[in-house]
């Protein structure tokens, strides 16, 4: 039975990870957590985390999970380098999913990414990244954006430090042919949406994803957490508990 805590409980993706938990009967809410409150108490009280907070929340729930033994799935996005390093850290000793994205459909879209970037970029295929979020998201681009980048630059050996281009303005001059753009629109309650668009001359591919509900995303997480039960320590994203590797 996964004893479940939900940290940003009153958070949009907190509200609907309670949702979800509510239909799956291995998983029982036993704690919650909001800014504030005793995380130390309420980890205790649980075996498994489910998190969609905030990126400096992450040390903290570090520690308490290594003290308690406690199996994390991280869905909080927008962390810095030395966060996304502590989460790695971490799972030498504690088994952790942590994943932009916990849609199938998101998922599925990061596979046809890689495979559309193996075959069109052998032609000359200019690749742009697009994502939409609602008014209120605080991190630009979204994590699956930036996860959409990271397999981009690995099968076009570009750097996402030196080759992406977040957003035009004024003379930029031609495109250069490693350059990636990425652009990133808020607006609305826009749940969640992502393009990767391949345009070469004559012919263009673009590959969109489009949530329409966070409990896409938060039935994810909670079968994540079924899925993380009986495994070893180790850093897992969702790719993993869906078998698409
Ligand atoms: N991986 C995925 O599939 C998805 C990831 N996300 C990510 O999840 C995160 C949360 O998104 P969303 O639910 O929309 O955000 P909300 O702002 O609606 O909720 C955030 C929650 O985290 C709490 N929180 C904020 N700061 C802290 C802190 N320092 N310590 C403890 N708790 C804190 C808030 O508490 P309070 O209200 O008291 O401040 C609130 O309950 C974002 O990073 C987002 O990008 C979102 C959707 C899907
Ligand atoms: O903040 C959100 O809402 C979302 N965040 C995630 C991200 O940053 O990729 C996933 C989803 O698109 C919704």
């Not at 263009?204 to 994803?209: D, F, I, K």
Request: proline letters at 3%.
């Amino acid at each position: 039975m996964i004893q479940l805590l939900v940290t940003g409980k009153s958070g949009r993706m907190g509200q609907a990870v309670i949702q979800a938990a509510s239909h799956e009967p291995a998983v029982l809410v036993t704690a919650t957590h909001d800014a504030g409150e005793n995380l130390v108490a309420a980890i205790a009280q649980a075996n498994t985390v489910i998190d969609f907070t905030m990126h400096k929340f992450t040390g903290e729930l570090l520690e308490a999970a290594l003290k308690s033994g406690t199996h994390l799935v991280i869905g909080t996005t927008g962390h810095t380098d030395d966060e996304r390093a502590a989460i790695r850290e971490a799972s030498a000793k504690l088994p952790i999913v942590y994943a932009p994205n916990f849609s199938i459909g998101v998922n599925t879209l990061f596979w046809l990414t890689q495979k559309a970037a193996q075959i069109l970029t052998q032609d000359r295929f200019d690749i742009e990244v697009t994502e939409m979020h609602h008014r209120h998201k605080i991190d630009a681009p979204s994590g699956t954006a930036r996860r959409l980048l990271e397999i981009l630059n690995e099968e076009t050996a570009t750097s996402y430090d030196k080759d992406v281009a977040h957003g035009r303005f004024g003379n930029v001059g031609p495109r250069p042919p490693r350059e990636i753009g990425m652009h990133t629109l808020r607006g609305g309650d826009v749940v969640g949406d992502h393009t990767v668009m391949f345009a070469a001359d004559g012919e263009r591919v673009e590959l969109t994803h489009k949530a329409s509900s966070r409990l896409t995303f938060a039935a994810g997480a909670v079968r994540a957490a079924v899925w993380l039960y009986d495994k070893p320590a180790g850093l897992y994203d969702m790719q993993d508990v869906l078998g698409l590797r």
